[in-house]
Every structure is written in C-alpha cells, then in structure tokens.
C-alpha cells in the first residue's frame, strides 16, 4: 500500500494512487461500540467512501445481520446479495456476495435478510466468515458491527488488534464503550490462553462481582502468573497489544472533545487497555442530510465540518497502516 501521497487539511484526502488493483493484504478494520444510534454505520460509510475516492481499493462489509444498513448509507438502494447467504449456506464464496457502488473503488457486501427465519452465525461459520474477510483482494475492509457485546460482535470485532470503538458523548453511550471494550479485552485473554485452568480464571474474572476478590486486569494477571509464567507472559503481551482506536462522534463542545482523553486516562488506569484517540467527528445537521439522501456525507456534504474532520481521521488511518507496513 506503499507510494500514495496524501492532499492537505481540506475536505478531501486527495491525491491516491489511481489504480485497478490493491497491494497485497487488506487492512481489516472493525467498527463497534457497544451502544446503537453512536454513528458507527454513519463512520464506517463515510470513511470507506472518503479512502475509496483517494483511491484506495475499499471492501465496506456489514456485519449487523440484524439491522443492516450499511448498503443506504453507502447509496445502495436495493442491495441483490446478503452475507445472510453465506450465513445460510446458500453462498460459500464471500468473494461473490460483492456489489458495486456507484463510488468508484468501493464495493460493498450488505447484509439485509430477506428471510426473517435466518439464523444468527454458529461459531464455526464466524470463524469462516473472518478467514474469508482475510482473504479479500482490497487495501481496506471496513466492517461495520451492531451494537451491544454479543459473541458474533464480539469476535468481528477481533479481527485486529486495533478495531474502532465508536463513542458519543453521553453517559450511557460512554458507560457502553467501557463495557464493550472490557468485554473484548476479556474475550481476547481468554482465546489467548492455553491452560485450562488460566482460562477459567479470565472466565472468573469477567464477572465484575466474583467472589475471588479479582476486580481488575492486574488482580487478574497476579493470579494467572502464580498459577503459571508462561502463561503469564502470553497474557501480558496479549493486553499489550491489543490497542482499540477510539473516535468520539456527535461532538458539540470542547469538553466533548476531551471525552477521548479521559476515556484513554480511564482505560489505561483501571483497565490496562491502551486505547488510541483516534479523533472526533462534530455534530452537523448535513450529517442527518446526507443519510436521509442515502449517500456519504462526503460525498453530498464535502466542505462540511464532520465531511472534514472524518477525512482527517482517515489520513491518520492510512498514516498508521504504513507505519504498520513499514515496521
Ligand atoms: N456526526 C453526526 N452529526 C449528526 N448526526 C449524526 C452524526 N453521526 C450520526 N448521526 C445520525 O445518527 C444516526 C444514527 O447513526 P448510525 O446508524 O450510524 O448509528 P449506529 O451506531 O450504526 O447504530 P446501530 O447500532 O443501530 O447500527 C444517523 O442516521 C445520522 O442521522
Ligand atoms: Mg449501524
């Protein structure tokens, strides 16, 4: 993904590589949040959009089989395939259930379900449907996720160490984002885990109130290295990486802003997660404009506040994947 050059601080990112074909592997990235109605959809469109028109090959996926709408907000209408095909066995091939958008380097695989009697993904299908995310020929593929913590959001949302946690500024949506990010962290240590018994532990210790006295991650990860080093070890270099990028959505004040520094102080201190501000997206009525349009905001909106500063946070996105690349 190497060579594209990026515009400067406008509306656009500008300046991308003009090309048919990716480079080599996506960058898978994951929207959540725990909490509905934040704007992950909102962002997750936007920034496929805004990456597409620089240039970059974009997969946008939805991954919220139960209330699809990626496909409206990216402008697609009438969408003629589902990942609820795959889930159904009805598909094998992802590769297949891509649509094109009207915006050039940008497909799209929707989710809507058709048949209500669909069932949610067993856990073998969420494990088949990541290795087929993998395999995507793209430079980005952004999957958008549902609300709340449940298993199927839970390990979408592991398909990297640094998904994106979606916040708005509000008590219940702030309160969310913890507990969906603790949930993860959780979910993640004990996947990682090899010994039975260390396993059992993390489950102990995902119950806040356990009567084993663990209330955080480093009364946690005391038990775990007494119990066993090496396992010990795995855990510390799991927490260590795993690095959820925060963006706050709907900002309407300076103290808005600020949220994603607090909410990083708070994480690190009480969670021992290391949360990455990624940045913040204002509120602007054009935002509700252009979903009732049912196109991006960047693309009906460009000069808009929440149009600019969504195009900055995708330049820190592909600053940091050629970082990532270059290391
Ligand atoms: N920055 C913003 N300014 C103003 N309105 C916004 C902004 N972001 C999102 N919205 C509005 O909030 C609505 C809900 O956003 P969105 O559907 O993206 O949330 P979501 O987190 O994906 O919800 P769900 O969990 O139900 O999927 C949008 O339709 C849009 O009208
Ligand atoms: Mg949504």
Same mark, same amino acid.
């Given at each position: ?12 990112? &500008? ?8 480079? &080599? ?52 209408? %009438? ?19 891509? *649509? ?18 669909? /069932? ?54 702030? *309160?969310? /984002? ?26 102990? /210790? ?69 949360? *990455? ?15 009732? /349009? ?30 990532? *690349?270059? %290391?």
């Amino acid at each position: 993904m190497g060579g594209r050059s990026l515009s400067a601080d406008s509306g656009q990112l &500008g300046g991308g590589p003009d090309r048919a074909e990716s480079q &080599g592997r996506a960058r898978l990235i994951p929207f959540g949040g725990g909490k509905g109605g934040v704007g992950k959809t909102f962002i997750a469109a936007n920034l496929a959009a805004t990456l597409a028109r620089a240039g970059y090959q974009v997969v946008a996926v939805d991954g919220d089989l139960e209330g699809a709408n990626l496909h409206t907000a990216i402008g697609v209408r %009438r969408p003629r395939r589902s990942v609820a095909d795959f889930v159904s066995q009805r598909e094998e091939d992802l590769q297949k259930l891509m *649509e094109d958008t009207a915006i050039q380097n940008l497909r799209l695989i929707p989710a809507t379900r058709p048949n209500l009697a669909h /069932a949610q993904p067993s856990h073998a299908q969420r494990i088949q449907f990541i290795r087929a995310l993998r395999q995507i020929d793209a430079d980005f593929v952004l999957l958008d996720l549902g609300a709340g913590t449940d298993v199927t959001v839970m390990d979408y949302f592991m398909v990297c160490e640094n998904g994106v946690v979606v916040v708005a500024p509000e008590p219940t949506s702030i *309160e969310n /984002a913890y507990s969906f990010m603790r949930a993860a962290f959780y979910r993640r240590l004990r996947l990682s885990m090899v010994s039975h018994d260390v396993r059992k532990l993390v489950g102990i /210790a995902m119950d806040e109130r356990n009567e084993r006295g663990i209330r955080t991650p480093y009364d946690l990860l005391r038990e775990v290295e007494s119990l066993d080093s090496a396992e010990g070890a795995r855990f510390v270099r799991s927490m260590r990486a795993f690095r959820p990028r925060l963006i706050v959505n709907g900002v309407r004040s300076a103290a808005d802003i600020k949220l994603g520094f607090s909410i990083r102080s708070v994480c690190r201190k009480y969670f021992a997660i290391d949360v *990455e501000y990624l940045g913040y997206v204002n509120h602007d009525e054009a935002a509700r404009a252009s979903v009732r /349009a049912c196109r991006p905001l960047v693309d009906t909106h460009p000069r808009s506040n929440a149009a600019i500063y969504l195009t900055r946070i995708a330049r820190k996105i592909v600053a940091q994947d050629q970082t990532e *690349e270059a %290391r």
